[in-house]
């Protein structure tokens, strides 16, 4: 069948595609309703991954005997990936097809996913886990074009709001698959599943996808802007990264943020100038879209960031088995699954602004109270906050695209889409570092006076250093032949000193989310919001 060509990302002044220019679909080829579920299946594997790590992490520390800093870059180095190559990811598809273009990340992905768990070493698991991000990068805005090219407009908001619930559902749910792959099967099967999934994408794809493609494509790109957004973001993540190392007041530091804060405001000018820039900046002259961007950010801070801490808390602090610590996260993926339908429905009838607005203050609430939990908090007290969580975020995931894409013209709706992901991807990744940061610094500041309070042996520098890299991931650093009380009393200054910094990281991320609520009053339903109210099944 010959490809199908629609004007999706024409000029302003350029009607969009009209209902009836999108013809009924004849068979598996092109159908509206098979094309959602076959971009899902493959949108559903890169969302799985943000969070199906987080349990594996732990296993995958001491498999292969990482260091904080690097298990961080476990998932900083995924998250930035993917959130860099959205935009520039979503123009290769408006340039040679949304098709191909998510073909290959489904190729990419799942090559890559097998890759990482054929690794003996955490570079190659960082090295794969960017590679995993870049084609990841391939699949999402891919995903949102074919959605924008099959469904008639009216239509159009019905489908991606079930996209949105898989990708919520699926960031949900990682951490209770992780926790059954880890526990019965390795840390390597996490990624491994990738491959089957991978193939029924492919299939799939092959089938049912029908090349769309816009009238008014992208001819060239901008690529010094790629260079600088990408330089950017690594400058930034890469000073909180070593902070906690370097300290600081450290020039080193201080380097890399002012050279992020310069690489920013020279792509921000490279973007008024270049022909078809990266991110057209006129999209940010709507302040509820930006408050929509910034919402995310915010929003998957707190999410990302806290998520991080949590896996280690309940499998070293607590000693759970993997499939227990995902088990114990259940109240959370059960809230955002049931929730997030709820939300949809506020959203339609209530409009973004009060859903949105209160999901981030029951955000707030639940990581203030994640910062009480103890060494010995119940399991009904954890799963309180863990399912207020839950619900509030449910709200965010659902609304954020109506917010975002339903407030940007029509012709840059599909860049709108991309911004999204990649908004709630960097977030992702600034919230393990700077949460991340936080927690180094908070273990670093602690440890040698309850150590010494305790009545422990004095340690060397490195000792201490070594002491403090095991303690911020709640492991006792605990030496073969240590007597039974002495081991009893450094694990108990291990656990107290972990709970302080995951405390101070919990109110660090609940101040995220009160901001976060001032930014969701900034928010109003888009003129394209009602596309699909009310809409029949195709």
């Given at each position: 069948?010959?490809?199908q060509?629609?004007?999706?990302?024409?000029?302003?002044?350029?009607?969009?595609?009209?209902?009836?220019?999108?013809?009924?679909?004849?068979g598996?080829r092109?159908?509206?309703?098979?094309?959602?579920?076959?971009?899902?299946?493959?949108?559903?594997?890169?969302a799985?991954?943000?969070?199906?790590?987080?349990?594996?992490?732990?296993?995958?520390?001491?498999?292969?005997?990482?260091?904080?800093?690097?298990?961080?870059?476990?998932?900083?180095?995924?998250?930035?990936?993917?959130?860099?190559?959205?935009?520039?990811?979503?123009k290769?598809?408006?340039?040679?097809?949304?098709?191909?273009?998510?073909?290959?990340?489904?190729?990419?992905?799942?090559?890559?996913?097998?890759?990482?768990?054929?690794?003996?070493?955490?570079?190659?698991?960082v090295?794969?886990?960017?590679?995993?991000?870049?084609?990841?990068?391939?699949?999402?805005?891919?995903?949102?074009?074919?959605?924008?090219?099959?469904?008639?407009?009216?239509?159009?908001?019905?489908?991606i709001?079930?996209?949105?619930?898989?990708?919520?559902?699926?960031?949900?749910?990682?951490?209770?698959?992780?926790?059954?792959?880890?526990?019965?099967?390795?840390?390597q099967?996490?990624?491994?599943?990738?491959?089957?999934?991978?193939i029924?994408?492919?299939?799939?794809?092959?089938?049912?996808?029908?090349?769309?493609?816009?009238?008014?494509?992208?001819?060239?790109?901008?690529?010094?802007?790629?260079?600088?957004?990408?330089?950017?973001?690594?400058?930034?993540?890469?000073?909180?990264?070593?902070?906690?190392?370097?300290?600081?007041?450290?020039?080193?530091?201080?380097?890399?943020?002012?050279?992020?804060?310069?690489?920013?405001?020279?792509?921000?000018?490279?973007?008024?100038?270049?022909?078809?820039?990266?991110?057209?900046?006129?999209?940010?002259?709507?302040?509820?879209?930006?408050?929509?961007?910034?919402?995310?950010?915010?929003?998957?801070?707190?999410?990302?960031?806290?998520?991080f801490?949590?896996?280690?808390?309940?499998?070293?602090?607590?000693?759970?088995?993997?499939?227990?610590?995902?088990?114990?996260?259940?109240?959370?993926?059960?809230?955002?699954?049931?929730?997030?339908?709820?939300?949809?429905?506020?959203?339609?009838?209530?409009?973004?602004?009060?859903?949105?607005?209160g999901?981030?203050?029951?955000?707030?609430?639940?990581?203030?109270?994640?910062?009480?939990?103890?060494?010995?908090?119940?399991?009904?007290?954890?799963?309180?906050?863990?399912?207020?969580?839950?619900?509030?975020?449910?709200?965010?995931?659902?609304?954020?695209?109506?917010?975002?894409?339903?407030?940007?013209?029509?012709?840059?709706?599909g860049?709108?889409?991309?911004?999204?992901?990649?908004?709630?991807?960097?977030?992702?990744?600034l919230?393990?570092a700077?949460?991340?940061?936080?927690m180094?610094?908070?273990?670093?500041?602690?440890?040698?006076?309850?150590?010494?309070?305790?009545?422990l042996?004095?340690?060397?520098?490195?000792?201490?250093?070594?002491?403090?890299?095991?303690?911020?991931?709640?492991?006792?650093?605990?030496?073969?032949?240590?007597?039974?009380?002495?081991?009893?009393?450094?694990?108990?200054?291990?656990h107290?000193?972990?709970i302080?910094?995951?405390?101070?990281?919990?109110?660090?991320?609940?101040?995220?989310?009160?901001?976060?609520?001032?930014?969701?009053?900034?928010?109003?339903?888009?003129?394209n919001?009602?596309?699909?109210?009310?809409a029949?099944?195709?």
């Amino acid at each position: 069948m010959t490809s199908q060509t629609i004007d999706t990302t024409g000029p302003g002044d350029k009607a969009p595609a009209a209902p009836s220019d999108v013809p009924p679909a004849k068979g598996l080829r092109g159908h509206p309703w098979f094309t959602l579920i076959t971009v899902a299946v493959g949108v559903m594997m890169v969302a799985l991954d943000g969070t199906i790590v987080a349990i594996a992490n732990p296993a995958i520390q001491k498999d292969l005997g990482a260091t904080f800093a690097q298990v961080q870059w476990i998932t900083n180095g995924y998250f930035l990936a993917l959130a860099v190559s959205l935009i520039t990811a979503g123009k290769l598809g408006d340039r040679f097809g949304h098709r191909q273009t998510f073909l290959i990340g489904v190729v990419g992905f799942a090559a890559a996913s097998g890759a990482i768990g054929l690794s003996d070493s955490i570079a190659l698991v960082v090295t794969f886990r960017v590679f995993q991000g870049l084609f990841g990068a391939l699949l999402m805005p891919a995903a949102l074009g074919l959605l924008r090219a099959t469904f008639p407009a009216e239509k159009l908001n019905m489908a991606i709001g079930i996209w949105g619930m898989v990708i919520g559902a699926s960031t949900a749910g990682g951490p209770i698959l992780g926790g059954v792959l880890v526990e019965h099967v390795s840390w390597q099967s996490v990624f491994f599943i990738n491959v089957p999934v991978g193939i029924v994408a492919l299939v799939l794809g092959v089938l049912i996808l029908l090349d769309h493609r816009a009238e008014n494509a992208p001819r060239s790109f901008d690529i010094l802007g790629i260079a600088l957004l990408s330089g950017a973001m690594f400058c930034l993540v890469w000073a909180l990264i070593k902070a906690p190392a370097w300290g600081w007041g450290d020039g080193r530091t201080w380097a890399f943020i002012l050279g992020s804060v310069v690489l920013f405001t020279a792509f921000a000018v490279w973007e008024t100038k270049v022909k078809e820039p990266l991110i057209p900046l006129a999209l940010f002259r709507s302040v509820p879209l930006s408050a929509g961007v910034v919402l995310m950010v915010l929003m998957a801070i707190a999410f990302m960031g806290g998520l991080f801490f949590v896996t280690f808390y309940l499998q070293n602090v607590h000693g759970m088995s993997p499939i227990d610590a995902g088990l114990h996260l259940l109240p959370l993926t059960g809230m955002m699954i049931v929730g997030s339908p709820l939300a949809g429905a506020m959203i339609t009838k209530l409009g973004p602004r009060i859903p949105l607005a209160g999901g981030m203050a029951a955000t707030a609430l639940a990581m203030y109270g994640m910062s009480t939990l103890e060494t010995d908090t119940g399991s009904a007290a954890m799963s309180l906050w863990f399912a207020l969580l839950g619900l509030g975020l449910a709200p965010v995931m659902v609304g954020a695209t109506e917010v975002i894409v339903g407030n940007a013209a029509m012709e840059l709706s599909g860049v709108a889409g991309g911004l999204q992901q990649a908004a709630m991807q960097i977030g992702g990744s600034l919230g393990t570092a700077v949460l991340g940061a936080v927690m180094a610094s908070k273990v670093d500041s602690d440890l040698p006076a309850n150590w010494k309070d305790a009545g422990l042996p004095q340690l060397t520098p490195t000792q201490l250093d070594q002491a403090s890299e095991a303690v911020q991931v709640g492991v006792a650093p605990v030496a073969k032949g240590t007597p039974e009380a002495i081991a009893a009393k450094i694990t108990d200054v291990a656990h107290d000193t972990f709970i302080s910094g995951m405390s101070l990281a919990s109110l660090v991320a609940a101040g995220v989310a009160v901001v976060a609520v001032f930014v969701a009053l900034l928010t109003k339903r888009g003129e394209n919001a009602e596309a699909g109210a009310g809409a029949a099944h195709i």
